[in-house]
């Protein structure tokens, strides 16, 4: 069974302190990892597809990595704006199945 | 902004009672998929609709049903309401053999079971 976990639950920031959100995941055939942002009572919003190792994608103040059995969620700078719940997950399979971890809430303080 | 949009955003519900939620998906989207999602946890695969047929399922009970219409929109139907069954119901819709496989979600609808 696929099993994503991500670290820490929890991370407090001041603004303008660069850290990393960890996904390490188990997976037969993956054909995708997914970063979410996730605001309070909202749905997930898209932020990266990352589908083989070493793969790299960007924006703005994030960086999405991927090796063979984690990603990487580089935040540079953040802002006050920046605080959310980042959710990872993994596709596999022959169909749509999304698994997710249970997710890094971020708070970035001023 | 998706361009899926979820029906009602909240809703409170008696245990015993029957649920339907509704979703429309994003134009061009072919697939759509449910999730559950507990307060602090990540969504739960409920199941996956494509071209009107189930097309796989998570682990939840038959009491949770669904359907997907010509249109691509989207109903999931939850029976015999339990007081676990309170959550945010998330729609997601996709578009298979794209080349790509990026989901995207709705708002959401927050059931509460009393």
């Known amino acids: 069974e696929d099993q994503v976990t991500q670290s820490p639950e929890a991370l407090r920031l001041q603004e303008g302190e660069s850290s990393s959100l960890n996904c390490s995941y188990t997976?037969?055939?993956?054909?995708?990892l997914f970063w979410y942002r996730q605001d309070p009572g909202k749905g997930p919003e898209f932020l990266f597809t990352?589908?083989?190792a070493g793969e790299e994608k960007e924006k703005e103040r994030l960086k999405a990595t991927l090796t063979k059995k984690e990603s990487f969620l580089h935040i540079t700078a953040p802002k006050p704006e920046d605080s959310a719940t980042y959710l990872c997950?993994?596709?596999?399979?022959?169909?749509?199945?999304?698994?997710f971890g249970t997710g890094t809430k971020l708070q970035v303080i001023p | 902004e998706t361009g899926v949009t979820q029906s009602p955003t909240h809703l409170i519900k008696t245990r015993g009672q029957q649920v339907t939620l509704r979703c429309s998906s994003q134009s061009g989207h072919n697939t759509v998929s449910w999730y559950q999602q507990a307060l602090g946890q990540g969504p739960q695969f409920i199941f996956q609709?494509?071209?009107?047929?189930?097309?796989g399922r998570g682990n939840f009970p038959p009491r949770f049903s669904g359907l997907q219409f010509p249109n691509y929109s989207s109903e999931l139907n939850v029976n015999a309401l339990e007081l676990d069954d309170s959550a945010l119901y998330l729609c997601?819709?996709?578009?298979?053999?794209?080349?790509?496989?990026?989901?995207?979600f709705g708002q959401g609808t927050r059931l509460t079971v009393v």
């Open positions: 997601a819709s996709s578009l298979v053999n794209s080349g790509t496989v990026e989901a995207f």
């Open positions: 609709y494509y071209r009107e047929e189930e097309n």
């Open positions: 997976v037969s055939g993956l054909r995708g």
């Open positions: 990352l589908y083989s």
């Open positions: 997950a993994v596709l596999s399979g022959g169909y749509q199945k999304v698994t």
